[in-house]
């Protein structure tokens, strides 16, 4: 079985910053693709950052510049370097991973955790 666990939520001040991680535990083979998603109220959960095994990055346009993505294959965890935070960036953030497992191939979503920017 395989568990997310997020970490690094919480309020924060107009053009402040905040970085999440995502630490992964089980039986995990390999670590394929990771991402970082957000959810707010009423709304679908929208893509904010993914990278690939490769190294490659794509963030969404409302975040270019200001998130970086990251991970660390050793530490099975995945980061999200958010800066210049703004009220609109409010939101529930989940990590979402794929890997090899026992099992095959499976997609994993953290819990969640809470952004708030507001001052």
């Known amino acids: 079985q395989v568990q997310l666990v997020e970490s690094g939520g919480g309020l924060v001040q107009p053009g402040g910053s905040l970085r999440l991680s995502c630490a992964a535990s089980g039986s995990i083979f390999s670590i394929y693709d990771v991402g970082w998603y957000r959810q707010v109220p009423g709304k679908q959960r929208e893509l904010v950052a993914a990278m690939t095994s490769g190294g490659s990055r794509n963030y969404a346009d409302s975040v270019k510049g200001r998130f970086i993505i990251s991970r660390d294959n050793g530490k099975r965890t995945v980061y999200l370097q958010m800066s210049s935070l703004q009220p609109e960036d409010t939101a529930v953030y989940y990590c979402?991973?794929?890997?090899?497992?026992?099992?095959?191939?499976?997609?994993?979503w953290g819990q969640g955790t809470q952004v708030t920017v507001s001052s």
């Open positions: 979402n991973i794929d890997v090899s497992t026992v099992f095959g191939r499976r997609t994993y």
